[in-house]
């Protein structure tokens, strides 16, 4: 599997081939869990569980993420591969704006050290010794599209809308983004994304390289994905 690492710092906002899931290994939706993981087949999928905030990313659902991660880490023997998602209609819009106006409360300092820490909950998926898809089902903005740029494989719904939308907000496209975007899709795509803040959808997405699929709607992202995934771990 290719080489992982973190870079940090920034913020905003079925089952394949119709398989049950054949176990649970931390929690589900029904029981309100932040973050799920399901093992269908060889196939590790982790689910954002916020739908009613659109997925936004706060500590607890790094938290959250970060010990499904750990789990994966410790043992990832089960699996083949990862797919990586969100719950209802969003993938995730971003940090949580909630929480990031309180940033505004701490010493500069202190500040960059708790973005690069929050932010590094997130990227820890690199930490993961399996290739891992992220299913964009729906929105995809800001941190939110920092994190599905850290996955190795992004399918996305062709109308989700995506965008690092960091300079409309007067900050620095933190997270990796300056790495992710040029790496995936080149220096003036990453350019034009990141000092416009432009949002595009899916569609346009495929044609600038930011995802390598684009599918119907959301749920039938999340359907390519798996099935993706599911060769992929039928390589391993």
Request: glycine share 10%; hydrophobic share 50%.
């Amino acid at each position: 599997h290719m080489l992982r690492f973190t870079l940090g710092s920034s913020l905003h906002a079925r089952s394949l081939l119709g398989l049950r899931p054949m176990a649970v290994a931390a929690g589900n939706a029904a029981n309100g869990e932040l973050v799920t993981l399901e093992r269908i087949g060889l196939v590790a999928r982790i689910t954002l569980n916020m739908p009613d905030k659109m997925n936004a990313m706060n500590l607890p659902l790094a938290d959250a993420f970060g010990k499904v991660v750990a789990t994966l880490v410790a043992d990832p023997s089960p699996y083949g591969a990862v797919v990586v998602t969100g719950a209802g209609s969003s993938f995730s819009a971003g940090g949580d704006l909630y929480w990031l106006r309180k940033r505004h409360e701490e010493a500069p300092n202190k500040n960059a050290q708790i973005m690069r820490e929050f932010y590094n909950r997130f990227l820890c998926v690199r930490q993961i010794p399996l290739p891992v898809v992220a299913a964009i089902n729906g929105p995809a903005i800001g941190a939110g599209l920092c994190f599905a740029m850290a996955c190795d494989v992004r399918v996305a719904a062709k109308t989700a809308k995506l965008g690092f939308t960091f300079v409309g907000l007067g900050i620095h496209p933190g997270m990796g983004a300056t790495h992710f975007v040029a790496n995936a899709a080149g220096a003036e795509t990453a350019a034009r994304l990141l000092l416009t803040g432009d949002i595009i959808s899916g569609a346009e997405a495929k044609d600038l390289g930011i995802v390598s699929q684009v599918a119907e709607d959301g749920p039938a992202a999340v359907e390519a994905a798996m099935a993706v995934a599911a060769r992929m771990a039928a390589q391993a």
